[in-house]
Structures are given as C-alpha cells and as structure tokens.
C-alpha cells in the first residue's frame, strides 16, 4: 500500500502561484512515478503532469505546460507542483496518484481545493 497526502491548495487570484505538496508513505518503492490530476465541478478527472522517481523525468498536458513544473525529492518520498501564472479555468480539486505500472494509478490522495479568482 501506498498512502499518499496532498496539501498547499488555497485561494489565489489570477496571475499567482501556490505550490502542491504529495507526501508518499508506506510501501513508496513499489510505485515508479507519481501523477497529479484534477478535476472541476461537472468535469472529468484531468491528467496534469507526471514524474518518475527514478530518472525523474517528466511530461505535461498542454493545458498546463509552461505554467506548472513538477518535481521531486526522493529523500522525502515527497512530489511538488508549482504552479504559476494561474487562471480561474485552473480552479478544481487536484489530487495525487501513485503509479505501480506505466500509466496505472493505483493509489489516489484525498485532494485538495486549488480556487483561483478573477
């Protein structure tokens, strides 16, 4: 098992920034890359970016490349996302995975609220 809580989320007016934080415990090295996603009231889950612990790279959904940048402390089993320049269509609750398998999410935090007023 992997347990996996978010925190940084908040209320910020576009154009600023906040930093997620995803603290990954219990069974850490069976998970190969943590994912954030996110979703809007009425909306699908949205995939946003992902890293790999190991070699660390990375990838971006359009909608947030060049705006977000993910990264990762392997000491502290903890995985970030800044986020700048943000926009009202940014608003959602953004989550966590942990990936066991390429592209596989097993493991989900309990979100947290990302609001960005205009």
């Known amino acids: 098992q992997v347990q996996l809580v978010e925190s940084g989320g908040g209320l910020v007016q576009a154009g600023g920034s906040l930093r997620l934080t995803c603290a990954a415990s219990?069974?850490?090295?069976?998970?190969?890359?943590i994912g954030w996603f996110r979703q809007a009231p009425g909306n699908e889950r949205e995939f946003i970016a992902h890293i790999k612990w190991s070699a660390g790279s990375t990838y971006y959904a359009d909608s947030v490349k060049g705006r977000f940048t993910i990264s990762r402390d392997n000491a502290k089993n903890t995985v970030y996302l800044q986020m700048n320049s943000l926009k009202p269509e940014d608003t959602a609750v953004y989550y966590c995975a942990a990936a066991i398998s390429p592209g596989q999410y097993n493991y989900w935090g309990q979100g947290t609220q990302v609001t960005v007023s205009s």
């Open positions: 219990g069974r850490t090295v069976s998970s190969i890359a």
